[in-house]
């Protein structure tokens, strides 16, 4: 069974057992994931209200792209739920590649290093789609329904914690790439994620702390 098509108490009993994964990697996806949802979950309680529909066309039509964009961002974070546990497995089963002879000593290398880019490659996807969502969320604060402020407020933090999560497990994996060039890049480009991501949800919160006092 898919990890994302598991109950919450089947998840977090899998999260909680001697098994090394599902860990913080397909735990961070799950987190914008939900972060995402709550954030449509505001949008969805604003369609149809009197505040919502008294808005200019322009505007209406802008909030219902973002909502729409919101959608497709937490489709492909539902798929990294499960692709981050895959890329642990397909590195446990490098690393177990028989090493007797020169060749295979060369084969299980190669398969290691490309395994390690998986292990990369997926949080920082994460990473990258809940910053992608961080962005679009000050435009439903604004003008979505106030009575789910707070709810779009909890989705921001989640969002920003699956973002700095994934980062943690981009750059765990990073220590054994030896691809300088590469890991280089993807050290640089979590740098920019997290600066950013930080700066967004800190504005949002800040913002939502100030409308409840």
Sequence with gaps: MKLIDMTVTDFANEVDSNSPAPGG????????????GLARMMAHLSFGKKKFEALDDATKAEFKSRFDKLGEIRAELSTLVDKDT?????????????????????????AMEDATVFSIEVPYKTASLSL????????????????????????????????????????????????????????????????EGHKIKDTIIAGIHKQLD
């Design 132 to 195: 992608e969502a961080l962005k679009i969320l000050d435009f439903l604060v604004e003008n979505g329904n106030q009575n789910a402020i707070t709810d779009i407020g909890v989705g921001t933090l989640m969002l920003c914690t699956g973002l700095e999560g994934a980062i943690l497990n981009v750059k765990v994996n990073l220590m054994g790439l030896e691809n300088k060039e590469l890991h280089d890049k993807y050290s640089q480009g979590c740098k920019e994620l997290l600066a």
């Design 86 to 110: 895959e890329s642990f497995n397909e590195f446990m089963k490098a690393l177990k590649m028989p090493k007797e002879t020169e060749e295979e000593k060369a084969l299980r290398a190669k």
């Design 25 to 36: 990697g397909s735990v961070s996806a799950l987190a914008s994931d939900i972060g995402v």
